[in-house]
């Protein structure tokens, strides 16, 4: 089988339900009863919620997990190039005939009955991951958390909630308390779970919802702590301080994702992970198009050796706090102007994301993101970044949008951020990784 196989079959599944999300569980649990239950097969969980953040957590997570010997599944979304980077099985990317033969069994037993296209795949992993032997299961959540398709799992290891904002307001809304909420779904009876930093706000929640069912709350600032130091960052909890390397992952928001990563292990039963397996893996981590510098590909090639080349997926304001304070934190030591290129969807707070990068960025350019049906116009995205007080102009397509900025970048050196959305990222990658 091949890889256009897979995408036939993913291609079909997503006709079955009209719409792309619909919060709900109702339609995965008889495709689950049919498939003999494989959400109650699975290894121990680690299932993770958050707005910002959970990608990094699960990958040192895995990381950690995988130098102490332990054989770690993971479910992630979206996928940057391929669906197949969503299932790891055992430490590997599920290969193509194998996923495909599962996608046609999950679409053979839930025959035409309506079904999202996130909820059908989500069970084809939950089967895989019950199929195959492995040590952990480290389950992120699509989208909210209470209704999301992964909060099918009764009674996980452990829970973990990464900083919540506000993201996918028409599915979530705006509130952020209500966001909370959705988010504190996946917190379980008796089952601890890690806090990483949060909005009061959303705290508050999320206290609240642990107290009320019994589980155990690991709270950043009240119960564990991290920040840099001289020679890396320093870890404080129940044992004491301990001083780590600096992750392989950029930015200075990483500490926070590693810190919580640590935090989770401490408290999770059954399992050993030495600081020699946290420092192995806190150099082995790897999570594309976070803050990503690129080293090859077109990109890079067509521009002179001094331009520093970084791509990162994030597309709301959080995210873009937490781009700025990375770029002014390295201006502090070698400062360099900043250029941006951008492409973000139409479901995004665009302004916002605009407003707390305009500190950083010098001029740019915004795209369209290409065969994607909900990317915002580049012109459109352009009056939004100039609204936000960004020099900002559209051009037809990331090449263009290069060659523009080609002679301006070839001046001195400088950087060159390429950022406002997953899909634009896993394009960038496919081309340029």
């Excluded at 973990?160 to 996918?168: C, E, R």
């Excluded at 806090?195 to 690991?218: C, F, M, R, W, Y």
């Excluded at 909900?374 to 263009?400: F, H, I, Q, V, Y």
Aim: with cysteine; charged share 20%.
């Amino acid at each position: 089988m091949t890889g256009t196989h897979s995408d036939r079959i993913l291609a079909r599944l997503m006709s079955l339900h009209p719409k792309v999300i619909d919060l709900t569980l109702d339609r995965m649990l008889p495709l689950l009863a049919k498939l003999d239950h494989p959400e109650r097969r699975l290894p121990p969980v680690i299932h993770v919620a958050g707005t910002n953040g959970k990608g990094s957590l699960l990958a040192y997570l895995r990381a950690m997990l995988e130098a102490a010997g332990y054989r770690v599944h993971v479910y992630t979304s979206p996928h940057l190039v391929h669906f197949a980077e969503r299932i790891r099985l055992a430490g590997n990317i599920i290969d193509e005939e194998a996923l495909s033969e599962l996608l046609l069994t999950c679409e053979a037993a839930n025959g035409d009955i309506p079904i999202t296209y996130f909820e059908i795949t989500t069970i084809a992993a939950f089967k895989a991951f019950a199929d195959t032997p492995g040590d952990i299961l480290l389950l992120e959540t699509g989208l909210g958390g209470r209704y999301d398709a992964t909060n099918v799992v009764a009674r996980p290891a452990l829970t973990a909630i990464t900083p919540i904002s506000q993201d996918h307001a028409e599915f979530l809304g705006t509130d952020l308390a209500g966001i909370a909420w959705e988010k504190a779904g996946i917190i379980k009876p008796n089952a601890p779970v890690v806090i990483g930093p949060q909005d009061p706000i959303a705290l508050n929640v999320l206290q609240k919802t642990a107290e009320s069912l019994g589980s155990p709350a690991h709270i950043y600032n009240r119960d564990w702590s991290c920040h840099k130091v001289a020679d890396g960052w320093q870890y404080d909890g129940m044992q004491g301080a301990r001083v780590f390397p600096l992750p392989a992952l950029h930015g200075v928001h990483q500490i926070e994702n590693a810190g919580t990563a640590v935090a989770c292990l401490h408290h999770l039963g059954g399992f050993t992970v030495s600081d020699a397996a946290i420092r192995e893996g806190l150099q082995k981590v790897n999570w594309p198009a976070r803050m990503q510098r690129l080293s090859t590909g077109p990109i890079v090639e067509a521009l002179p050796d001094k331009v520093e080349v970084w791509l990162d997926g994030g597309h709301n304001p959080a995210a873009a706090v937490q781009i700025a304070k990375s770029f002014i934190s390295w201006n502090e030591t070698d400062p360099k102007p900043t250029y941006l290129i951008a492409g973000m969807l139409n479901t995004k707070d665009q302004k916002a994301f605009f407003s707390q990068l305009a500190p950083i960025i010098e001029k740019g350019h915004c795209i369209t993101i290409p065969e994607e049906a909900a990317a915002t116009p580049a012109a459109d995205l352009a009056n939004m970044a100039r609204g936000a007080g960004l020099e900002m102009t559209e051009k037809p397509s990331l090449k263009a949008a290069v060659e523009d900025l080609k002679p301006t970048l070839s001046e001195k050196p400088c950087r060159l951020l390429i950022a406002g959305s997953l899909y634009l990222s896993g394009q960038i990658l496919r081309d340029n990784g």
